[in-house]
Nanobody, 128 residues
């Protein structure tokens, strides 16, 4: 069974940095696209970033370009999201999911599906 476990969320001041991790098991990680999605309380999902299996392709939503970096370690079955210059509007629950279905698919979701292809999320709060 696929299992995804996010970690690394925390309370951080504006301008600070965090690195989120997502450990995967139960799938052939080295062949899987991986995606980070976030949800602000009371709002739908927002796609954040995606990375191809070999890390040759990475995508970012416009609001995080230049501040966030997605990476992966296929030997550790882990995908990361390095977040720099954090803003209050980055406050959200961050989820990782295997696959890449396009930005619109994730943004049309009102909540994360109850699926083993989604983690339980890790909370990021950016506040002074």
């Amino acid at each position: 069974e696929v299992q995804l476990a996010e970690s690394g969320g925390a309370l951080v001041q504006p301008g600070g940095s965090l690195t989120l991790s997502c450990a995967a098991s139960g799938l052939t990680f080295r062949t899987a696209w991986m995606t980070w999605v976030r949800q602000v309380p009371g709002k739908g999902l927002e796609w954040v970033s995606a990375i191809s299996p070999g890390a040759l392709s990475t995508f970012y939503t416009n609001s995080v370009k230049g501040r966030f970096t997605i990476s992966r370690d296929n030997a550790k079955n882990t995908v990361y999201l390095q977040m720099n210059s954090l803003k209050t509007e980055d406050t959200a629950m961050y989820y990782c999911t295997n696959g890449w279905l396009g930005a619109k698919y994730y943004s049309d979701l009102t909540h994360p599906p109850r699926s083993p292809d989604w983690g339980q999320g890790t909370q990021v709060i950016v506040s002074s």
